[in-house]
Structures are given as C-alpha cells and as structure tokens.
DNA sequence: CGGACCCTAAACACCC
DNA sequence: TGGGTGTTTAGGGTCC
C-alpha cells in the first residue's frame, strides 16, 4: 500500500492524468461559479470572492499566454512565422497544457522560476483588493451619509407627526403592557421617533464599524500580503524580509487568511514546517499584530451581513465556497471564450456550474477521478453517491483541494516558465529566433536575430536583466500599475534566496550556490535554485537516483557517506523522499550496488560509499544530444505522453544540463542564472570561469585514495567517449554551435572530468 | 525489435 | 531474532 502510493504520487496514473485533462478540457467558463457564491448573490462581492476572483483571473492569464505561446508555435500563418524556413523543432506537445500532466511538469519544470509569475499573481490580487477596499469604503462612505441625511429626513418626519392632531400624545401617561397600550404606544410619535433613533442609530454603528472593520481589513491584509513576501514593500523588520520567500504555500497561506479556512492545514504543515513560513504560518494567528481571527470574523460579518459570528459556520461556508472555487478549475477551459472571465460574461456568471449532463470531471472510465482515490463506480448515480459520501465537504476534502489548487497554480506557472525558456533557447540557437514577446502576443518568430541585444534594449541599462525565464512572460499578465516590473521581480528572487539561505541552517544560499558551481552539475545547480521548493513540495526530484546519490555524497564534507547518511540527504533535501522510505531507500542500494561509480568503502567507523566519478562519467548514458529532432523527442518526451517518473528523471536530468549548457555559452543567461542566485553582476561568468579554467569543476575521486577495501563493480556498459567530448566542448565553448550534434550533452558542462580540458 | 537506460520490487545473504 | 546493509535478479517503462 505505502509503495503503491509512492509511485502513484508522481507517476503518471490514469487518474491524474485524468484530473488534468478535466482541469484543461471540460471547459466552461473559466470559473463562471466561483464569483456568484452560494447564496450570496445579492450584488455584493466578498473579499473572499474577490480573491477567488483574482486567482481566477491570473491564472486565466497565464493559460492564456501558455496557448497563446502554443498557437504561436502552432500556427504557421501567425505573425511572421513565415518568414522562417526553419521549423519549430519542438513538439507542440510541451506547450499544449491540456496533455500534460501535473506530475510531469511538476517533474520537468523548474519551480524556482515559478515564482515570479506567482508574486504577480497576488500583486494583481494585492492591487485590486485594495482597489475594492476602496471602494468599499466609498461605499460605506456614502451609505453613512445617506443615512444621515435620511435619519435627518426622519427626524423632520417625526417632529411633523409629533405636532400633528391626529395622534393623541401619550407623554405623561402610565405604561402598562396592556395591547392597547402598546398598540398606542406604536403609534406614539414619540415612540416612533425614538424606534427611528434607535435604527437610524444602529445603522450609522453599523456602518461606522463596518468602516472601520473595512479599514482595519485593508490594513492587516496589506500587511499580511507584505509579511508575506506577496508586495515588494519596505520590510519593517529583519524577519518579514525573511518571511518573503516565496514558496508553493504562500498562495495557500493567502487563502487562508482571507477565507479563515483554519483547518486542513495538516497535509500542508508537514511541508511548511521547516520553513519560516510555515511556522509563522501555526503560530502566528496569536501571537502576531495582527489579529487573524479578528479579520476572519470581519470578513464574515462583511460576508453574511450579520455582526453575530458563527465561526463554525462561517469556516464551512468558506470552505463550501473554496470547493466551489476549486471546481471551477477542474471545468476551466483553456479556449478562447473561457480564457477571460471579465470580458466574457463574467466570472460571477453561475450558469457553468451544473455538472455536465452525463459526464463529471472527476468520473471517467467507471473510476472516481478524486486525487488517491480511484474508487469504481458503475455509473454515474453510483459515482455521484460516491462523491457525496466518501468526499464530502469536511477537512480532508478540503486539503486535498488545496493541494490540488496549489499543484494547478505552480504547473501553471513552471509551464510559462518554461516556454520562455524554449523561446529564449531556441532564439539563442538561431533556430527560430524570437523577441520579447508580451502575453497577448503568439511566439514571435523574427529573423534569426538578436535576442540578447533585444533584451538589452528590453530592459534599461541600469538594470540588472531579470532572469529570462522570468522576464518577458512575465509582466504583462495584465497591463496596468499593477504589473510588476523587471527590477522588483529581481529584486524578489534576490531576497528570496537571501531569504532561504537565512532561514535554514544548511544554507542554501551563498553556500549551496558554491557548491553547485564546485561541482558544476545541472543537479547542483537546480538544486541549488530550487532547495527549498525540493524541500517543501512534494515533487519528485527530476534526477535518477544515481545523479542524487552522487550529488550526496560529493556535497558532503569528506565527499562521502554512509547509507544512512545518504538516507537522510535524501529526506532532507526532498519532501518527496520523506515518505514511502522503503521504495526509495531500496532503490538507493539499488543504485549504490548497481553502479559501478559508486564505490564502497570500509572506513574505521563503518562502510561509507564514494563517488569514482570516472566510472560516473564512463555510465553516463547516452545521448540526449543537442540534435534538434532530439531535443523535440526530449521534450515532447518530458512533457507528453505517458512518460514514466524514472525516464522522466532520467531525461530531465539530461535537459537540465541542456539548458544549463546555454549558460555555458550565454553569458546572459549565465548571468540570470547567477542573478538567481543572488549573485551580483561580478560573479556573472564565474561559473563558466571555473568550467573553462579552473578545470576542478567535477571532483574525481578515486577509491584507491581510501587505501581501504574497495569493491570493484563490474558493470556491463563501458563507453568510451570522453574525446568525443572533448572536442565537442571545445566546439561548445567557441560558441559557434547551436546544440551538440552527437554527444550526451549533460557532459559539456560540469560533469566531464575536466581535467581532460587541459 | 533489440539494446540501453531507469525504476520498482523482491529475494537473499550477511552482520550487528 | 530483527533490523540494517548490501547484492542480485526480474520485470516494466521509455527511447533510439
């Protein structure tokens, strides 16, 4: 059972396969649902709602711009397309979301990139929150005085009726509570007048605390996006600096705040905990400023209409309506007519929200397609049943939600990311050369020309350049102030892997990035960009175990470890690997023995395993070349098709060093590389630097320097194929080829023992 | 279709 | 005896 859930996690089961096609194809209204929340449709629009509806509309954007990049590259009639000869080497698969899967791009992409799209996400939300506060506050402003004015109206009325023959005046009289008298008392003017005190009174109470309810939401919310990273203000202290990283969460974390879902949180927790965020995410609620439970009880209050709280209630009509909210994903479209909810009917517009007549998203071939559930069902009404019972509305449906909003929010993204990636590789290669190209635009292919140059006339010259797959597909989500510029994306991913490399003792910063251009490995780099995210999500690493293993044991100090030692580098560096331990750990001896690279051998204290990183190179298998029919089978392989985690692991692998490679001989991207790290623009060539000529990029290790009992593996395969290398480095390193033709590219970088450069 | 790679699972042996 | 460690085999998947 646990070995069966640990494959399933990443893997490409039929389920989740499924559960993305339902995200991507069951189309309709892009979330017509979510705006017109259950009941609530009286014209007024919760913050709650207006998140959803931001949410909503980013990522509305972002699918927008990943077809748009599709059609792009799709259509030869688009833009100059024509004027190309050149074809678009790369299947139209990668850039097709609705066949990819998310635990393929969650194994392909790279998530550190994925921030800065999320950051402008919520920058948009932040915006237009505040925009709705304000006018909220107008409104508030004006109903005041509109009371007033009518409580004045009122009190003429009163004096005019008080004074009229008509009403015999009780003052003076006895009370008694007889009906008569209350009767009377009712149509007493003076009664009357003081009723119409008493409501015009509590109205105006009314309508001043919801003022300043609305001023104190605005405040804690602003100040909660800004402890959280979500707006690029001044941190007033060192630890909201700290607290900006940006991790998978944050969104979930946002969520949280405004919708006060409180519970739920424990399949998160696990992966928040060892962050910063995660515990200023369980303790803060008392100990913080700001009062979150106040705020939950503001936007209730503001929500239902009513100042009496009904926490529990509440919780479950949020929760209600984060499910709806959560549905509308699954029956969002990727087509045109959904792709904006604003100019299309609106997202308030409740019409989708019906189930398709005989089909469900989460139903398909007689199984439920619920996140690890998979339950059979007969038929609908069977299913239908199902649902109701096993996936109610409690907790656990709850969390599985998120974590699936969340999942959808970062492919999303990782999928922008990365085909602005391609873009800027293919146009660096001279295959399909475009510019910068904005959202709304199809994947300009120009001449074969300069996008560094267009890029350096893109951005100003004060500017440090942000990283290209940061950059262009970025900002323009949505023009308007509220689009995030250049230099504060940059500025975010510089704190936050300032952030990180603070927040964890085996810094992952400055450390981490010397060890990823110590050994120079696509692992260590990616590694060292997305540590954290590694460590939080539950992604499975886009490496084989061989490349993890070794990774391990050369990041640690005398460059080798014991089983056990691995065991816990695996833990600690991977969420992923923090569960299902006997499948994994059996694959790490697996590997451990399996490979002749790795080299047992018996210490004072115990048998601890070292890398013959010869032998490493000499496995290193074959041959995700460069050629352009290859790089087209890598990538449709890597975001297509039903791939398995390991090939996956094993391809990506190989197309991280790919990419990595244009770094080798980009010195931009190089430099976004390095930006990413936190490094300033001295520090841009240094990892090339050190390729090039410091020559010591990739320790080899030989186990004869132990001295000790060295079991020497046989292992079937031996290339030969380091000259090939070399000359195909060389060729690399002049930069007058676009992509290596013939040799496993993964070795031009780091990997290759560079003492073969020489 | 075969070879290569990778992963998972499992059996087995050895040692503490 | 049980758990950890290490080895080996088998089978599945994908790609070239």
């Not at 841009?684 to 004869?704: A, D, F, H, K, M």
Request: charged share 20%.
């Amino acid at each position: 059972m646990m070995v069966e859930s640990a494959s399933e996690t990443t893997r490409t089961t039929p389920s989740n396969q499924n559960g993305v096609s339902s995200l991507s194809s069951h189309s309709d209204g892009g979330g017509g649902r979510e705006g017109g929340s259950n009941g609530d449709t009286n014209g007024e629009i919760s913050p709650v709602d207006l998140l959803h509806l931001q949410q909503q509309q980013a990522l509305q954007a972002a699918r927008q711009f990943l077809l748009q990049q599709a059609s792009g590259l799709n259509s030869p009639s688009s833009n100059e397309v024509k004027q190309s000869p050149v074809q678009v080497p790369v299947s139209m698969a990668m850039l097709t979301p609705q066949m990819i899967s998310p635990q393929q791009m969650q194994q392909i992409l790279s998530p550190a990139q994925l921030q800065a799209l999320l950051q402008q996400q919520q920058a948009i939300m932040l915006q237009q929150l505040q925009e709705y506060y304000k006018k909220q506050q107008e409104q508030l402003h004006l109903q005041l005085l509109t009371q007033q004015q009518q409580q004045q109206a009122g009190k003429q009325a009163a004096k005019e009726s008080l004074h009229s023959p008509g009403v015999p005046g009780l003052r003076g009289r006895k009370r008694s509570n007889t009906a008569e008298d209350l009767e009377a008392r009712r149509c007493s003017p003076y009664w009357l007048e003081w009723v119409w005190q008493q409501q015009i009174g509590n109205k105006q109470l009314a309508f001043q605390q919801q003022l300043i309810q609305m001023q104190q939401l605005q405040q804690q919310h602003i100040l909660n996006l800004q402890r959280q990273g979500l707006v690029s203000l001044q941190p007033t202290n060192p630890m909201q600096s700290l607290q900006q990283a940006m991790c998978p969460g944050d969104l979930q974390q946002l969520w949280k705040e405004v919708s006060g879902v409180q519970s739920a949180e424990e399949a998160l927790k696990q992966q928040q905990q060892q962050t910063g965020e995660g515990l200023d995410l369980s303790t803060n609620s008392t100990s913080s400023s700001f009062p979150k439970a106040n705020t939950h009880s503001t936007l209730h209050s503001l929500h239902n209409g009513q100042s009496n709280h009904t926490p529990k209630r509440d919780r479950y009509r949020d929760r209600a309506r984060l499910f709806e909210w959560i549905s509308s994903f699954s029956k969002a479209d990727l087509g045109d007519e959904h792709l904006m909810p604003y100019t299309k009917g609106g997202p308030l517009s409740s019409s989708h929200h019906e189930e398709h007549a005989g089909s469900h998203p989460l139903y398909g071939h007689g199984e439920c397609k619920w996140p690890g559930c998979e339950a059979l069902c007969d038929d609908m009404g069977q299913f239908i049943k199902h649902l109701n019972n096993e996936h109610a509305l409690d907790d656990r449906s709850t969390a599985q939600c998120r974590v699936q909003m969340q999942v959808v929010q970062q492919l999303e993204i990782q999928l922008s990311k990365e085909s602005e990636r391609l873009q800027a590789m293919m146009t660096h290669l001279h295959m399909r050369p475009s510019e910068p190209k904005p959202f709304n635009q199809p994947l300009n292919l120009a001449s074969s020309g300069s996008l560094l140059k267009r890029e350096s006339e893109a951005y100003p010259e004060g500017l440090p350049h942000p990283p290209t797959s940061a950059a262009a597909p970025i900002t323009p989500v949505r023009q308007g102030p509220s689009v995030i510029s250049s230099s504060s994306l940059h500025s975010h991913s510089h704190s936050h892997s300032h952030s990180h490399s603070h927040s964890h003792p085996h810094g992952v910063g400055p450390i981490r990035r010397r060890i990823a251009d110590k050994f120079c490995t696509p692992i260590a780099s990616e590694l060292a960009q997305n540590c954290e995210f590694y460590k939080n999500a539950d992604v499975r690493p886009p490496f084989t175990y061989a490349s993890l293993i070794r990774h391990a044991i050369l990041e640690a100090p005398d460059m080798q470890l014991t089983l056990n030692e691995i065991y816990n580098w695996f833990t600690r560096m991977f969420a992923y690997f923090r569960r299902n331990t006997a499948t994994w750990k059996n694959a790490v001896r697996h590997n451990l023995s399996l490979h002749k690279c790795f080299v047992r051998v018996e210490n004072v204290k115990g048998a601890v395993w070292t890398v013959d990183e010869v032998e490493y190179q000499k496995r290193r298998p074959p041959k995700m070349t460069g050629s352009p029919t290859l790089v087209k089978n890598m990538i449709s392989g890597l975001g297509f098709g039903s791939l398995n985690a390991s090939y996956q692991a094993a391809l990506a692998e190989s197309s991280l060093t790919l990419l990595n490679s244009q770094g080798l001989v980009n010195p931009s991207s190089a430099a976004s590389l390095n930006m990413l790290h936190g490094m300033g623009h001295n520090d841009v060539s240094s990892t090339v630097e050190q390729v090039n000529s410091n020559g010591s990029c990739s320790p080899t290790l030989s186990p004869q320097q132990y001295g000790h009992q060295v079991h020497v593996k046989e292992e079937p395969t031996e290339v030969e194929e380091d000259r090939r290398s070399v000359s195909l480095m060389a060729t690399i390193t002049h930069g007058n080829m676009a992509l290596p033709s013939d040799r496993d590219d993964r070795d031009l970088e780091d990997e290759l023992p560079t003492d073969e450069l020489e």
